[in-house]
Nanobody
Framework: QVQLVESGGGLVQAGGSLRLSCAASGRGFSSVAMGWFRQAPGKERELVATINWSGGTTYYADSVKGRFTISRDNAKNTVYLQMNSLKPEDTAVYHC?????????????????WGQGTQVTVSS
């Protein structure tokens, strides 16, 4: 079973960039879809981006399209989220998650493994 640990969060000014990493341990990482979700205070958790098992197909929430890029390195058991042109509304706890399927999923219920999250704060 896959276990996930996020890193790379922090405080950044609006317009800046951050790169989040999610390191996976356990068996099966290279065959599962991965996703990044975020939850801001007082709001529901929402999908940010998702990627299929090989990295060949991705999906983004409209709010981050053109600014964020999800990628994965199966040799390193790691998935990344490159975040550019950050806005104050991107402030949230970011979680990575794994879904027991090859193809990506937009639906939170399809993910059965979650990391503890990393805080991203964007100041105006």
């Amino acid at each position: 079973q896959v276990q996930l640990v996020e890193s790379g969060g922090g405080l950044v000014q609006a317009g800046g960039s951050l790169r989040l990493s999610c390191a996976a341990s356990g068996r099966g990482f290279s065959s599962v879809a991965m996703g990044w979700f975020r939850q801001a205070p007082g709001k529901e958790r929402e999908l940010v981006a998702t990627i299929n098992w090989s990295g060949g197909t991705t999906y983004y929430a409209d709010s981050v399209k053109g600014r964020f890029t999800i990628s994965r390195d199966n040799a390193k058991n790691t998935v990344y989220l490159q975040m550019n042109s950050l806005k104050p509304e991107d402030t949230a706890v970011y979680h990575c998650a794994a879904a027991p399927r090859n193809y990506y999923s937009e639906y939170e219920g399809d993910y059965d493994r979650w990391g503890q999250g990393t805080q991203v704060t964007v100041s105006s």
